[in-house]
């Protein structure tokens, strides 16, 4: 048992705003606060629904985020920030479109990207910022943390401080009605795996347990709905709710193994986040079963799996419609020795891990997924 005891800093948004029709509070809270210069950074599926947000002011839209941004597309959303002047930002999208507004938020000052990376480095930042999600899945509207992929090495950086968190967030259900079957699974399957990594962590703590807990029974009961019907409402908002309680997770004990295989996935692959975490997850959660049984078995028991951990997991990821090989989305066997040497040089999160997990560990992961 976790030492309850133990000290835990929690960070949470000044505001959150919460269920149907709430996207329009933005521009209410934006003219009460005497905002005069927004800058939404989006993409080009959500731009035609910024005017959902109802926002005051001169408003300018950079729509041209990527699915996994870079550093090349960090310098062009600064570089829009440079032309507007804004005194709110806006991120208005997924994770990678909310990570890139944070970091927007504080490099518009006498910092670079290269003096902030890592915890604590951040010594201001220049404006306000709000937090929209369009997917239930990151979580990155209730943390500090954001990441982008260094274009120099095609690994991803991550930045870490309390200025990246969010003025007023808004979690309106209705902004994720349009979202396609698939991308509704990988990125329940997503904000699933925050909260199943956080909770068998070794820096796990009581007080973030309840929050995973009720992550992971939330995305049980819901996802399998939203993905059968897209425009069940109830079934939205709880997937949104589990996606924050998966970002305050992430705050103070973060993630660990099954982040740290999927990410060479997005960056070398090119898969989409939550994809890469859905193929990666059943494999994990067996191989660290046996470092936290009790655990695993509270997971299994949330989950509604039976038998063997990784078949019935595998199985009800499949179920929801993921395509859980490798091979299927382009990977070839000669890429993953070099994948798995990545990724278990990702100590920041390898570290976090129940279970210590060889190179050769993590290639046997990816060889199983393959």
């Known amino acids: 048992m976790t030492d309850l005891s133990r000290p835990l800093r929690i960070h949470q948004p000044r505001r959150v705003e919460f269920g149907s029709g709430t996207a329009a509070e933005v521009g209410a809270w934006a003219t009460a606060e005497g905002f005069g210069r927004v800058l939404v950074l989006t993409q080009r599926s959500m731009a035609g629904r910024v005017q959902s947000l109802a926002l005051p002011g001169s408003v300018t839209v950079f729509d041209g985020v990527q699915p996994e941004p870079d550093t090349d597309n960090l310098a062009l959303a600064l570089k829009a920030a440079q032309g507007a002047d804004p005194d709110l930002v806006i991120g208005f999208g997924g994770g990678s479109v909310m990570d890139l507004a944070k970091l927007v938020t504080v490099l518009r000052g006498a910092q670079g990207l290269s003096e902030i990376v890592g915890p604590n480095k951040v010594l201001a930042r220049q404006n306000a910022l709000a937090l929209v999600p369009t997917t239930a899945g990151t979580g990155s509207e209730a943390g500090i943390r954001a990441l982008v992929t260094d274009v120099a090495t095609g690994m991803k950086v991550a930045v870490e401080s309390p200025y990246l968190l969010a003025d007023m967030v808004a979690m309106d259900p209705a902004l994720t009605?349009?979202?396609?079957?698939?991308?509704?699974?990988?990125?329940?399957?997503?904000?699933?795996?925050?909260?199943?990594?956080?909770?068998?962590?070794?820096?796990?703590?009581?007080?973030?347990?309840?929050?995973?807990?009720?992550?992971?029974?939330?995305?049980?009961?819901?996802?399998?709905?939203?993905?059968?019907?897209?425009?069940?409402?109830?079934?939205?908002?709880?997937?949104?709710?589990?996606?924050?309680?998966?970002?305050?997770?992430?705050?103070?004990?973060?993630?660990?193994?099954?982040?740290?295989?999927?990410?060479?996935?997005?960056?070398?692959?090119?898969?989409?986040?939550?994809?890469?975490?859905?193929?990666?997850?059943?494999?994990?959660?067996?191989?660290?079963?046996?470092?936290?049984?009790?655990?695993?078995?509270?997971?299994?028991?949330?989950?509604?799996?039976?038998?063997?951990?990784?078949?019935?997991?595998?199985?009800?990821?499949?179920?929801?419609?993921?395509?859980?090989?490798?091979?299927?989305?382009?990977?070839?066997?000669?890429?993953?020795?070099?994948?798995?040497?990545?990724?278990?040089?990702?100590?920041?999160?390898m570290d976090n891990n129940p279970r210590d997990m060889s190179v050769a560990e993590v290639e046997a992961i990816y060889r199983a997924a393959f």
């Open 177 to 349: 009605m349009t979202l396609p079957a698939a991308v509704t699974a990988a990125t329940g399957i997503d904000a699933m795996a925050h909260c199943v990594e956080a909770f068998t962590s070794r820096k796990a703590h009581p007080l973030i347990d309840s929050y995973a807990r009720m992550g992971i029974e939330l995305v049980a009961r819901h996802l399998p709905r939203a993905v059968a019907d897209g425009s069940d409402a109830e079934a939205r908002a709880g997937l949104l709710l589990a996606a924050y309680y998966g970002g305050i997770c992430l705050g103070p004990v973060n993630t660990a193994a099954g982040h740290a295989l999927a990410y060479p996935l997005g960056t070398r692959l090119k898969l989409p986040h939550g994809l890469a975490n859905a193929i990666i997850f059943p494999h994990v959660l067996a191989f660290n079963a046996a470092s936290v049984p009790e655990k695993t078995a509270t997971v299994g028991r949330l989950l509604g799996l039976t038998g063997d951990v990784r078949t019935a997991a595998y199985s009800w990821c499949e179920r929801l419609g993921v395509k859980m090989r490798l091979r299927d989305h382009g990977a070839s066997e000669g890429q993953l020795a070099g994948w798995a040497a990545e990724a278990h040089g990702i100590r920041r999160l």
